[in-house]
């Protein structure tokens, strides 16, 4: 097996990028193909003992940087290393392709540009992805951005295809899957939730009905669904809100001098309380729809992430994820394309 | 001036909202009409010295309760508290309205219902609206869950309502009014937000954009404004990653007998990180657009803040604030109406 790993894609590019290839390589016995600056890339290899692992490099001269717009970087740059890395699995180079680069960019490399792999067959929008922390684990999120605004039956895709990744990639046996609202109650959502709820009515899902954004740190389902624009505002809410929290906490701590005593013997539990909120664990998610597997992970991922991502890349190669997504794909547009011609489920436009 | 109590709203009603009220007598000066059922108002005045206070009762056999739908509970229960308040403010016999009940019971007895009151002239939806906590303070939200399916020009009266507020109630000159988005660059947004935002920048507003969820806790806009659904969303999650970060802290320390200790040491550092959060000394935010002053506070409100909730009231009563909305409504209407009869402002149907 080959994984593609966007050696140009974290914050800390190439390093962290680098070392967490090379740990793969040797984790995991399957070849990581690093693209990128190839004399970068050299630099950083050559602070390991790389000596017979599954290691090589795609030389790629440029970069798509977080503060471009996407679809237009990918058009520009031809020879970006997420370009060129994703030309890798169109061309069958590769089986998998992991980026720590943007998100929107790595979605705009799949579906437009030179390398682009493209949708699977049926598939109406790919789903950006995340893992969303809770407190016995994680729970997995989609669309957090790939769409702003969505249609029924795109979120019963990606209600679909979360499940199939949570049963081959995260081992859940029957993933619960749920719809994020402004109330658990059945009469709560908008007009989308409200119509997505009847198509997955309809699905062989473990449809559990709606949370609500308390919800989600709770552990309530295994697969939660909402469109790009919410899933944004909640991911990035919960982001913003952690920040603070720890801000403030240190900002009084630091106030006294007994609670700094206090706060140095309380910050084993504080360390252990932030390892269980570590997306670093997981490494990343998918981008889910793409003709593919991809992996996504975080900016400010560490070696260890970048390890972890491609043994996620690793583990949904291995479960056939692709060919389950178009399986499951297929079996559900029957009855969707049946769904969608009445005039309830038309869609919110 | 008489402000009206409802004094089954919060959950543990009669108690603390009688003592809420009690309080607020005292401290403003101003009457304070409890209503409830009679007798069991009376049995928690008669814990306090109300000797020469400005305290009345009306009495109302019923209450409006959080497991109920709430418009059917407000038709159903044309003797609930919320309703019976609401009648005194639509006869003209009091001036504005506390509640720290179900806001969506209060919603509905403002707009349906015996003793609705309506929408101020020209106000397309009422907005439920919050504080949010950031660390330097709070910023204003709306909608939080009147409206899950909202037009531009919904979005532009919140906005419209929500700088009157800041300005007359919260005492701020100027107030920054944002857009809450996935991402702060202009191209982002769904429909709903690029619409919203081509009309806020035809209004007399201090219109500084969009903002970011992860902005939500960063004080960036002094109003932020979102669909009903969306700001639910993002509330709730706020609400859940706090909880769980705090319980999360808790049960590592409970673990490590050290940590215990830091954690004892720390206490106080900790409450005042808790207390700079703590929305009771807001006591309440407006349920915008109806034709009264209505403030509606936490149901896990204490007495402080529902003393601060009724303070609300009285400022915004004495700054006008019905008046001063139906005015800026009124003039923006020309530039609305103009705006949404061309496509691009067409809304989201």
Not at 175 to 191: H, Q, T
Request: with cysteine; hydrophobic share 45%.
């Amino acid at each position: 097996m080959r994984i593609v790993l966007d050696a140009m894609g974290s914050d800390h590019a190439p390093e962290v990028d680098v070392e967490g290839g090379v740990r793969a390589a040797r984790r995991f016995g399957q070849e990581v193909v690093l693209v990128g600056r190839r004399d970068a890339i050299e630099a950083e290899l050559a602070k390991y003992d790389t000596a017979g692992l599954p290691l090589s490099i795609v030389h790629a001269s440029e970069v798509v940087t977080m503060d471009e717009h996407p679809s237009q970087a990918v058009r520009n740059k031809p020879d970006a290393s997420i370009v060129v890395g994703m030309g890798q699995l169109r061309e069958g180079k590769a089986d998998a392709l992991v980026s720590m680069g943007n998100s929107g960019g790595v979605l705009a490399a799949a579906v437009a540009g030179e390398g682009r792999i493209g949708r699977i067959p049926g598939v109406q929008r790919p789903a950006i992805s995340t893992v969303f922390p809770h407190m016995e684990g994680f729970s997995f999120l989609l669309d957090i951005g790939a769409n702003t605004d969505c249609k029924p039956d795109w979120l019963a895709q990606f209600a679909l295809m979360g499940a199939v990744y949570a049963r081959n990639v995260l081992h859940i046996a029957n993933p619960r899957v749920a719809l994020l609202s402004n109330g658990e109650e059945e009469i709560k959502g908008n007009r989308l939730v409200q119509e997505t709820r009847e198509l997955l009515r309809q699905l062989h899902l473990n449809f559990i009905g709606n949370v609500e954004g308390k919800d989600l740190p709770r552990g309530l389902a295994d697969v939660i669904v909402t469109d790009g624009f919410v899933g944004n505002v909640a991911i990035k809410t919960a982001e913003g809100v952690a920040t603070m929290i720890l801000s403030l906490l240190k900002s009084e701590i630091r106030r006294r001098p007994l609670a700094v005593l206090g706060g140095l013997l309380a910050k084993p539990a504080f360390k252990a309380a932030g390892r269980r909120l570590d997306y670093r664990e997981y490494g990343g998610a998918p981008l889910l729809g793409v003709n593919g597997v991809v992996i996504i992970g975080h900016g400010r991922s560490d070696a260890l992430a970048v390890e972890n991502a491609i043994g996620l890349a690793i583990t949904a190669v291995r479960s056939n994820l692709i060919e389950t997504i178009r399986q499951d794909i297929q079996d559900a547009m029957t009855v969707l394309a049946h769904t969608t011609r009445q005039p309830k489920g038309a869609g919110v436009e």
